[in-house]
T-cell receptor, first 115, second 107 residues
């Protein structure tokens, strides 16, 4: 099974709302990622968790708050977003790279619209 | 940081044609993957190919790590091959995506 599951698939939220995106995998992967993809652009890395610890934050605004409660789950908490944050948010997982690089698998994404 | 460029940016084919997509990267990498992104946004794994050649049906890929490029070959293209093709490279535990090739296959 190489499945990464993201919920919800679609989300519309107001600029004053608080919402969360959820990502789950059961492949025993210990590295998990959040990416943001705007229309007609490649995915851009936001955060990397390795062994449930935040290892990379690509200077993401604090209105995006990641959380890794356990090795199978990754959340992205959203608060006070702006319309320009509307995008496809992708979660991925892999075995930890340890500098060697391993195959990453992606969820189907959450399409977020901020109104 | 590492730069990943893909060419061509856009490709229009008639069904049955063959094509070659290229991915150039600016530094040594630990990993290289090819993905197909369908119209619904799903990134589908095509190849995990840090070096060498692999084939899967009508698709094959070659990575020449020493020369910092990878090629994706699509033979006998079908309308279902339409979408965006990304290469992505792993450098210092970050998977960085290339600029993408948008492929349209017409019947």
């Amino acid at each position: 099974d190489t499945e990464v599951t993201q919920t919800p698939k679609h989300l519309v939220m107001g600029m004053t709302n608080k919402k969360s995106l959820k990502c789950e995998q059961h492949m025993g992967h210990r590295a998990m990622y959040w990416y943001k993809q705007k229309a007609k652009k490649p995915p851009e890395l936001m955060f990397v968790y390795s062994y449930e610890k935040l290892s990379i934050n690509e200077s993401v605004p604090s209105r995006f708050s990641p959380e890794c409660p356990n090795s199978s789950l990754l959340n992205l908490h959203l608060h006070a977003l702006q319309p320009e944050d509307s995008a496809l948010y992708l979660c991925a997982s892999s075995l930890p790279g340890a500098g060697q690089g391993t195959e990453a698998f992606f969820g189907q994404g959450t399409r977020l619209t901020v109104v | 940081g590492i730069q990943v460029e893909q060419s061509p940016p856009d490709l229009i084919l008639q069904e049955g044609a063959n094509s070659t997509l290229r991915c150039n990267f600016s530094d040594s990498v630990n990993n290289l993957q090819w993905f197909h992104q369908n119209p619904w946004g799903q990134l589908i794994n095509l190849f995990y190919i840090p070096s060498g050649t692999k084939q899967n049906g009508r698709l094959s890929a070659t990575t020449v790590a020493t020369e910092r490029y990878s090629l994706l070959y699509i033979s006998s293209s079908q309308t279902t091959d339409s979408g965006v093709y990304f290469c992505a490279v792993d450098n210092t535990d970050k998977l960085i995506f290339g600029t993408g090739t948008r492929l349209q296959v017409f019947p």
